[in-house]
């Protein structure tokens, strides 16, 4: 049985780039979500993705947006970087839809926007 | 919206010794959750609970769901030096909703 497996570890950027973090879910797992850790703070849910479609968003503005594939693996992009982007990107996934207790996490992207 | 807070923020404490935390929200969660996050790891899940009043263990953890709906409780005893990290509570409405955390508790152990 294989985890959550997040790509790349550690990313550098630029402002006003853009930005492509990969996430496939653990073995089993249907269902992806995303969340954004500033530094000394807890994770802030960003979406959750279930068969391919948007389940849910928090208080991100459109342009960070995601995608699902059929392997239930899972991206999330971010264009026109800011500055306060900079953090530790998680992905977690979970059995099915209604099961958010049960988030398995990765180990995260550290992203550094300069 | 909803937001917990965490205290102690941070704690230094001798190998051996037992360790306290606590979690307080805003507003009534259904499932409150206990997260254990190392350096460069995501968090890794301790200990759920799902009923007011329930007082969970899981090894030398223990954690208790407040009676309020609005609280839970981390202890540790006999704290070992693997036991360094940040403790994050959690708590979500339904399965259905949105995990928010709490921001964090980060131990520290001194051998």
């Known amino acids: 049985e294989t985890g959550v497996t997040q790509s790349p570890t550690h990313l550098i950027k630029t402002r006003g780039q853009q930005v492509t973090l990969r996430c496939s879910s653990q073995?089993?797992?249907?269902?992806v979500s995303w969340y954004q850790q500033a530094l000394g703070q807890g994770p802030q849910f960003i979406f959750q993705y279930y068969r391919e479609e948007e389940n849910g968003r928090g208080n991100f503005p459109p342009r960070f947006s995601g995608l699902q594939f059929p392997n239930y693996s899972s991206e999330l992009n971010v264009n026109a970087l800011e500055l306060d982007d900079s953090a530790l990107y998680l992905c977690?996934?979970?059995?099915?839809?209604?099961?958010?207790?049960?988030?398995?996490f990765g180990s995260g992207t550290q992203l550094s926007v300069l | 919206g909803q937001q917990l807070n965490q205290s102690p923020q941070s704690m230094f404490i001798q190998e051996g010794e037992d360790v306290s935390m606590n979690c307080t929200s805003s507003s009534i969660f259904n499932t409150w959750l206990w997260y254990k996050q190392d350096p460069g790891e995501g968090p890794v899940l301790l200990i759920a609970?799902?009923?007011?009043?329930e007082l969970t263990s899981n090894g030398r953890l223990t954690a208790q769901f407040g009676i309020t709906r609005k609280d839970s409780f981390l202890n540790i005893s006999a704290s070992i030096p693997s036991d360094v990290g940040i403790y994050f509570c959690?708590?979500?409405?339904?399965?259905?909703?949105?995990?928010?955390f709490g921001p964090g508790t980060s131990l520290s152990v001194i051998p």
């Open positions: 609970l799902y009923k007011a009043g």
């Open positions: 073995s089993g797992h249907n269902t």
């Open positions: 977690a996934s979970s059995p099915g839809l209604g099961t958010n207790e049960k988030l398995f």
């Open positions: 959690a708590g979500l409405g339904t399965s259905y909703d949105k995990v928010i």
